[in-house]
């Protein structure tokens, strides 16, 4: 029996917006006002098309523009099939996705961009992939309409980051992913307060697989992710899921002390051999200086194991739901909401 045998005749098995559906499909949004529309007019056709049970949930991510509002209107037009989830703040993509996790009722849950880049059609390849029995199932952008530095920059984070972490994705920045119920309800007690969210259920999966997938350029706006963000998700991961970093630490320290003393002996004997000198001052103040840059970043990168340390033990919740869209026995239940999307 598989993963999505296990809940076979689950109550709501059979239409769309049922209690339990086999497929949730979660989607974070933070000021995507331009293209939502957009991506509601593919989403919904495409999952209509697949013959199966669904939910959308949508997450809000603290949008200050008019997302919160256009998504409450979706879950007016579609209350079946729609539950909005609105946060009270900008907790970042990935706690948006925990969010979503701790609300998604289907057997298969799908993460998917609000951006069009991944377009919603390939949904159906994913959920085709999780009924052969795989636990989890990545996805590998083909063609990626991103420029040329971002692709290589992503090329060879993904080639360090598998070095250090041992986690084997292809793709680890492609969000259109598709999760076991096993893993979603195994990550949704973890309560890790940093966390990247496809290397975590890779840690939990037991039979993993990826595809190919289609990628087209963003349908509106900009990336979310600026150059900083980038960087500090892709520390966040590694320093989340390995200690590579500090044990790499450890053997420069050991290789410098040795090469340091050896510098040691070496003067020493010059000093009896030749006598007092002035000549090599600036090359000790070379060393000097490098051997300070090393002991700086030595300091932040334990630092940063230090600071996730204190983060968790802090044990502040993750995210704040401000209110929850969804439809109880046939009936929208709605909070009273201005046009911003704030609870009133």
Same mark, same amino acid.
């Given at each position: 029996?598989?993963?999505?045998? $296990? &809940?076979?005749?689950?109550?709501?098995?059979? *239409?769309?917006?049922?209690?339990?559906?086999?497929?949730?499909?979660?989607?974070? %949004?933070?000021?995507?006002?331009?293209?939502?529309?957009?991506?509601?007019?593919?989403?919904?056709? $495409?999952? #209509?098309?697949?013959?199966?049970?669904?939910?959308?949930?949508?997450?809000?991510?603290?949008?200050?523009?008019?997302?919160?509002?256009?998504?409450?209107?979706?879950? *007016?037009?579609?209350?079946?099939?729609?539950? %909005?989830?609105? +946060?009270?703040?900008?907790?970042?993509?990935?706690?948006?996705?925990?969010?979503?996790?701790?609300?998604?009722?289907?057997?298969?849950?799908?993460?998917?961009?609000?951006?069009?880049?991944?377009?919603?059609?390939? /949904?159906?390849?994913?959920?085709?992939?999780?009924? #052969?029995?795989?636990? !989890?199932?990545?996805?590998?952008?083909?063609?990626? @309409?991103?420029?040329?530095? &971002? &692709?290589?920059?992503?090329?060879?984070?993904?080639?360090? &980051?598998?070095?250090?972490?041992?986690?084997?994705?292809? #793709? @680890?920045?492609?969000?259109?992913?598709?999760?076991?119920?096993?893993?979603?309800?195994?990550?949704?007690?973890?309560?890790?307060?940093?966390?990247?969210?496809? $290397?975590?259920?890779?840690t939990f999966a037991q039979n993993p697989t990826e595809i190919e997938v289609a990628h087209e350029e963003r349908f509106a706006g900009e990336s979310k992710y600026s150059l900083y963000s980038l960087i500090r998700l892709n520390f966040d991961l590694v320093t989340g899921f390995s200690v590579v970093p500090l044990?790499?630490?450890?053997?420069?320290?050991?290789?410098?002390?040795?090469?340091?003393?050896?510098?040691?002996?070496?003067?020493?004997?010059?000093?009896? /051999?030749?006598?007092?000198?002035?000549?090599?001052?600036?090359? +000790?103040?070379?060393?000097?200086?490098?051997?300070?840059?090393?002991? /700086?970043?030595? +300091?932040? +990168?334990?630092?940063?194991?230090?600071?996730?340390? !204190?983060? @968790?033990?802090?044990?502040?919740?993750?995210?704040?739901?401000?209110?929850?869209?969804? @439809? *109880?026995?046939?009936?929208?239940?709605?909070?009273?909401?201005?046009?911003?999307? $704030?609870?009133?």
């Amino acid at each position: 029996m598989n993963h999505l045998e $296990a &809940r076979a005749g689950h109550p709501g098995a059979g *239409h769309p917006g049922a209690a339990n559906p086999e497929v949730s499909v979660i989607i974070p %949004v933070y000021n995507e006002e331009e293209g939502l529309a957009a991506l509601f007019a593919r989403l919904y056709p $495409a999952l #209509d098309a697949l013959g199966t049970s669904y939910e959308v949930i949508l997450i809000n991510d603290g949008s200050r523009d008019r997302s919160a509002a256009m998504l409450a209107d979706q879950f *007016h037009v579609r209350p079946d099939t729609t539950r %909005v989830v609105l +946060l009270n703040g900008n907790y970042g993509q990935h706690m948006a996705i925990l969010a979503g996790f701790a609300q998604s009722r289907g057997d298969i849950v799908i993460t998917l961009d609000a951006d069009l880049q991944n377009p919603p059609e390939e /949904i159906g390849k994913l959920i085709e992939k999780m009924r #052969d029995g795989y636990d !989890y199932v990545g996805s590998i952008r083909k063609q990626r @309409q991103d420029s040329l530095w &971002r &692709r290589k920059a992503s090329q060879m984070m993904n080639r360090l &980051r598998e070095r250090i972490t041992r986690i084997k994705m292809t #793709d @680890q920045g492609c969000m259109l992913r598709a999760y076991s119920r096993r893993i979603i309800d195994t990550i949704n007690v973890c309560g890790e307060v940093n966390t990247f969210i496809p $290397a975590l259920a890779y840690t939990f999966a037991q039979n993993p697989t990826e595809i190919e997938v289609a990628h087209e350029e963003r349908f509106a706006g900009e990336s979310k992710y600026s150059l900083y963000s980038l960087i500090r998700l892709n520390f966040d991961l590694v320093t989340g899921f390995s200690v590579v970093p500090l044990q790499w630490l450890s053997f420069i320290g050991v290789i410098l002390s040795l090469g340091s003393a050896a510098l040691f002996v070496l003067l020493l004997v010059r000093r009896f /051999i030749v006598g007092a000198e002035v000549q090599g001052v600036f090359t +000790l103040f070379a060393i000097t200086f490098f051997l300070l840059g090393v002991i /700086i970043f030595a +300091l932040g +990168l334990l630092g940063e194991y230090v600071g996730r340390i !204190y983060q @968790q033990v802090r044990a502040r919740p993750r995210y704040l739901i401000q209110a929850v869209l969804e @439809q *109880h026995d046939g009936m929208p239940a709605v909070p009273g909401m201005n046009r911003s999307g $704030a609870a009133q």
